[in-house]
């Protein structure tokens, strides 16, 4: 060994050496100890990269254990809100189902004033929007008597006094005052034994039937497929029971009405602004703005005879419509939008009873079609619209927008005309807002419909009120 050579071997080798003091040999002068310590320094370096490689390996590998806890997780989350979105879909539909059965049902009810068994009707409402398949109605007018008044699929009724058992059912709620449901038969094991098997429910709903705040008579549904009944057709039924009340009020006055319908009309007028406070004065201003609206177009006194009384009777058909309803101050459910929208043809079945009021009972039914088709209740567009409906329309809008409302507060006059300009083409005849807009700048003459409501009020003969108020040649 040279002494560049030893001197390498000593410097590599040595401080080897000394960083891995179990090396056993001590002879570092030998060439092949010198070169056994150089390999295994070499050894000792490849394996401290090959733990850290192994390391790095066991971090990946975690990492990766992490990203996919990470996607499993996502994916229950995506499939829990996949389910959760199909719940939505479902419920929505059945929401929409039942709104449309609530809206025909209502049609039946409201149509069932002036003949039909409304007691069967109410029934029948009940079992569609909340699917159970078979009912009673009981009726709780009499002296502390419950009677059946309709029946579906219970073969025994009504021809027969109500058992103890569906006695107690309909006592129960009475006097606590708040619907009943028993969705097992072990629910009901405090009540008298059904009177044979017609009365034996796999699950029952039992509810109140309110007429003016007052209880009337009492609901029973039972048999529904599948879980049983839930909140939401505890709610649709007490709708349908309001709404029920209304319909028996309207029927007990019906002989009253036929008798009396020419001064019946103020009075529907008025319970009205009863019913709803913030339309006091509307219909007024709606029924003298329709009338300035139809003499700017030139039309015949017949014509403005009849957007008089529209739009004082537009919204008559809100009597037939539930106060919690009517009077909400928030967005209105779909089932409740829906009540809402029968108000027109509540009230169109109200006016076309009187002979006189053809005319205005088509205004009050198309009054809230839209100029596009877009509108209720039967989606009529343009030019097949009634003219004094489009009239009334118009001037009903702008009346409402500035005024203040339980859902919203008023807008601007300004602003209530620049809505009307907007819509022009879409939700209103363009002519007639331009006609209405031409109405409302021009002077009123002194006195102008001031003996609108005394007309009517006092008027023995309708036809005369008719030609006091609007001018028309007999």
Known sequence: MNSHQKQDGETGTGTLL????????????????????????????????????????????????????????????LGRLRRLLDKERQQASRQ??????????????????????????????????????????????????????????????????????????????LREGQSFVANQPNELAGFPPPDGPDETFQNCLVTPAVLLRQFNGVVLLADKPGSGFDRDDVELVLSIGDQAGVALENRQLQDELLQAYFSIVGVLADAIEVKDPYTHGHCEMVAHYARRTAAQLAASDTLRSVCCYGGLLHDVGKIGVSDGVLNKPGKLLPEEWELMCSHVRIGKDLLARVPALDGVADVVMHHHERYDGTGYPDGLQGEQIPLAARIVCVVDAYCAMISKRSYKESVLTEEARQELIRCKGTQFDPNIVDAFLSALDAPEAEGEDSELLPALREAQDFHHALRRVSGARS
């Open 18 to 77: 000394k960083d891995n003091p179990s090396f056993p040999f001590d002879d570092l002068d030998d060439p092949v100890i010198a070169a056994l310590a150089h390999a295994v320094g070499q050894y000792r370096a490849v394996q401290a990269s090959w733990e850290q490689d192994l390391a790095a390996g066991q971090r990946a590998r975690q990492e990766l254990a992490r990203i996919q806890e990470d996607e499993r997780v996502a994916q229950e989350e």
């Open 96 to 173: 929409r189902d039942r709104a449309q059965g609530l809206a025909a049902a209502m049609k039946d009810i409201h149509r069932s004033l002036f003949g039909g068994n409304v007691f069967d009707l109410i029934l029948k409402a009940c079992l569609t929007i909340s699917g159970a398949t078979r009912g009673l109605y009981l009726d709780a007018r009499g002296q502390g008597r419950l009677t059946i008044r309709a029946a579906r699929e219970v073969p025994c009724y009504p021809g027969k006094p109500p058992s103890a058992f569906i006695r107690a059912l309909g006592e129960r709620v």
